[in-house]
């Protein structure tokens, strides 16, 4: 078995890059198909959120699996090799257990990505992509993550994406307090998002998504209304704050309806944060007067805060999880064997049965019981002594130590003297 992990991340690559590699949660089942198709990856989950696109797979050559990853997205190799990492083994399995620990991510100690590693493994399961591997790997991923929160301070004063996108907006205006703020999703971000604003007590709260049931079942929660991501260019030139986070491959706000906006608000300043990947703004909204536009990569400088804080609670996770790799990768050693102990065991029982069938006839021709197990044990005990004796016995000089060493350990064959 081969473990490598291929992908790109906030730390590798900007968000204009990540967003070519991203995939939706819609087409990751498809996806994963796709990749096993290829016949050189046995087992594969995909791990895409807003700071990271990853592979973990089994396969002999990760190579495959690169181009697979740049074909799916209709690129070339060389134009998402500068940004890649390919991690082979105890590599990927401690890149695993980093992640699913907070000690990878934007925000370090963050919670949401053991969340979303969750969710990419039920989609693998579901997809039947995984096999013992990855769902031990997985399921070692995350007892480590446990461990790791439950004995150090990783998640202590851990500033969130969320907390982040409030101070920025504390930065544009007065308070937040006598804004109108437009949520735009209704999935996990923007509902931790929500609950960071309504605790500021904002003007107003709107919700726009695809499907308006979702939109009013959040917006409800915050005594908010709702809206459909129609109702867009005629809604936002009503709010002061917008946040975006949903999983639309293709730009939801436009330069041009962010200019007719801006007219319509008399050029007051509208501050938008953009946590999608694919984003959801187009980027020359950026380069428009009075609006404030931050994407994922530049909240990094606020999430910041607290980090020299918790620097020590990293030492202590970084300690265990050397102990778990250690303790994963020797399990993945002894993997190895497994062949050749079924093989071995395979072999003894076609013997037993063989000989056994003899014995067998030999009482059916009416031969003393006592005799034939006689014969049984003794034909047993040849068949079994035969290859290593005949191994010792035809050895060279240069293996014959080895070899006598290596059966005197397997037998327990302790020297008389």
């Known amino acids: 078995m081969q473990l490598f992990t291929l992908g790109l991340n906030h730390q ?4 204009a890059v990540r967003e070519k590699l991203a995939f939706s949660a819609e087409s990751l089942s498809t996806a994963l198909a796709s990749l096993l198709d290829q016949q050189q990856v046995k087992e594969a989950a995909i791990v895409s959120t807003c700071n990271r696109t990853e592979i973990y797979c089994n396969t002999q050559t990760p190579q495959a699996a690169i181009h697979w990853l740049a074909d799916y997205h209709h690129l070339h190799d060389s134009e998402i090799e500068p940004y890649l990492y390919l991690l082979p083994a105890d590599q990927a399995v401690r890149h695993a257990f980093r992640v699913a620990a907070g000690l990878d991510s934007m925000v370090l100690g963050e919670a949401q990505i053991l969340g979303q590693l969750k969710d990419a493994v039920r989609q693998a399961q579901d997809a039947g992509t995984l096999g013992i591997l990855l769902n031990t790997l997985f399921q070692r991923t995350f007892s480590v993550a446990k461990e790791v929160r439950t004995r150090t301070e990783i998640g202590a004063n851990s500033v969130s994406m969320a907390a982040a996108a409030v101070r920025l907006a504390e930065r544009i205006f007065p308070s937040v307090r006598g804004t109108r703020v437009l949520f735009i999703g209704a999935g996990e971000m923007i509902e931790l998002c929500a609950t960071y604003f309504a605790a500021q007590h904002p003007k107003s709260i709107t919700v726009a998504n695809r499907t308006l049931e979702r939109a009013q079942s959040l917006a409800g929660r915050f005594s908010g209304q709702a809206i459909t991501l129609a109702e867009l260019p005629a809604q936002l030139a009503n709010h002061d704050i917008v946040v975006t986070s949903t999983g639309s491959t293709l730009p939801i706000l436009g330069k041009g309806m962010v200019e007719r906006a801006l007219k319509q608000r008399k050029r007051q300043p509208i501050f938008m944060v953009d946590l999608a990947v694919p984003r959801d703004v187009e980027a020359e909204v950026a380069e428009l007067e009075d609006v404030y536009l931050y994407t994922v990569d530049d909240l990094a400088s606020v999430v910041q805060e607290g980090r020299d804080r918790r620097l020590h609670a990293v030492e202590e996770a970084e300690t265990i999880i050397d102990g778990k790799v250690t303790e994963f990768m020797s399990w993945l050693e002894s993997r190895d064997v497994v062949p050749v102990i079924r093989s071995l065991r395979d072999r003894a029982d076609r013997l037993r049965r063989h000989e056994l069938e003899k014995a067998a006839k030999a009482l059916e ?9 006689e014969m ?15 191994a010792l016995n035809h050895s060279s000089p240069d293996e014959r ?16 003297d």
């Open 365 to 373: 021709r009416g031969e003393e019981p006592m005799r034939a197990l």
């Open 376 to 390: 049984l044990a003794s034909s047993l005990t040849n068949k079994f002594t035969h290859l290593p004796t005949h």
């Open 12 to 15: 590798t690559a900007p968000v």
């Open 401 to 416: 130590d080895r070899l006598i060493d290596a059966v005197s350990r397997i037998y327990q064959i302790h020297d008389p």
